[in-house]
């Protein structure tokens, strides 16, 4: 499996992604061409190498231009469409999008992202996200970033992204609504429940357009997972930052098992609470979020019974388990730590039998099927109703699988 972790040290913009993808080798005619699609106004697009603290990277340069200041080694868009390129609402954008000669694949997920930029702007200006302007992020030079950047990871063959916590500047940023404390109101409603990493660089690092790529299309975020490293690529944003060099570093790797993933174990020892509080916090945790919930009996201190409270969840689910397990039970302090996870691909299928139809999970080593396991609820219900053992509606469904 391909995958990508975006090291966001310096934060994330549109064109530190978009220059980050043609350093790890896009074609960046390949990507022009596919641009070309969404017949915007007339732009070019150009990719320069930098150098940022000595760091070589790629800077991508997108520009609103007129038919006769195309360049000779920038890509030029016919004038098709007839969008005005200010104040764009989130109609206008989509109608581009549905216009457009793109695969319905890269106008889905870039919709997406769209979306959650008009959200949050929305919910910053009290109005709804079919009303609101989206100003900044309505131009030309932002559609190309986040299309762009769609088109460029499907070009990658990129199946999964991970990402780091998210670094953030301070101070205050000159834009349509006047002065703005950065992170922008529009950046921080984009990053809730995204790790982030506050710095004292009186720049604005992330982007709402940053923030909103990396939130939509990212799988977890934290240390980089567990993989066979294959290309490096960095993209260059515009300032020149005295502190770090202003980079994204996407790297790009296959995944050394496709079948193993990261996740926390969540544990706390309780011996002073009812049993019925105890099921009543399992059900939460499974609502919110939890792999798995579960019990272990054991003896604490002056040897008296309690139970062992685990849970195993993702990383963006921790601080919901730790708060449901600090307010809805009696301790005083939890433990956390991260885990490797091996488990098999998985699909549902459905065996007929003389009783009715069972669901039945298949699992899968390595795309080696090795297991069929009837679902115990179907096979429940068929005993009840037909008055038989449950096992032997366990035997007949996979009696039937294995001769299918």
Known sequence: MTIAYFDCFSGISGDMILGALVDLGIEPGSLANELDKLNLDEFTIDFKKVTKHSIAATHAVVEECNPDQKQHNNHHHDNTANHSSHHRHLSDIFAILDQSCLQADIIHQSKQIFDKLAEAEAKVHDTSKEQVH??????????VDIVGTVIGLKLLGIEKIYASPISLGTGFVTCDHGKMPVPVPGTMEILKDVPVRPTEIRKELTTPTGAAVISSLAEDFGPMPQMVIKQIGYGAGTRDLTEVPNLLRIVLGQKNNSDQDEVYIIETNIDDNSPEIIGHVMEKLFKTGALDVFLTPIFMKKNRPGVKLSVICNLHD????????????????????????????????????KWGTIQAKRGFMKDKHIKTIPEFEDCKKIAVENDIPIR???????HIHQNS
């Open 318 to 353: 921790c601080d919901d388990m730790v708060s449901i397990i600090l307010n809805e039970t009696t301790t005083f302090g939890i433990r956390r730590y991260k885990v490797n996870r091996d488990k098999l691909s998985r699909d549902l299928i459905e065996i007929e039998t």
């Open 134 to 143: 989206l100003h900044e992020v309505s131009g030309v030079d932002s559609i």
């Open 392 to 398: 032997e509606v366990y035997e007949t469904a996979i």
